[in-house]
């Protein structure tokens, strides 16, 4: 096995990113009641995937290893639930 190389910044897909900018637009007009340009959903887009989207990765993958950690529990006790009783 190779090493693994860090995941040093989110990428999103151009659709992804098309589809966040509508969002952020959305957002602006619906709660601000404002017009927002091209450029600042695109600013801001680049601020939430730089900034926020790491946090969140991060938080998932916590999250994912403590389901996991639990699952493992549970494997571990219905192995022991298996056993057949044996008197010595």
């Known amino acids: 096995m190779g090493k693994r190389q860090s995941l040093s910044q989110i990428k999103l897909s151009d659709s992804q990113k098309e589809k966040l900018k ?8 619906d709660v601000r009641g404002e ?3 091209m450029i600042e959903q695109m600013q801001l887009l ?3 995937e730089q900034r ?10 916590d999250d994912a290893k403590k389901w996991f950690g639990q699952m493992m529990d549970n494997i571990d006790s219905d192995y022991y639930m298996l056993y057949k009783g044996e008197r010595f």
Request: net charge negative.
């Open 22 to 29: 509508e969002e952020i637009r959305a957002f602006y007009l």
């Open 35 to 37: 017009e927002i340009g």
């Open 46 to 48: 680049e601020l939430f």
């Open 52 to 61: 926020l989207a790491p946090i969140i990765y991060n938080k998932a993958l």
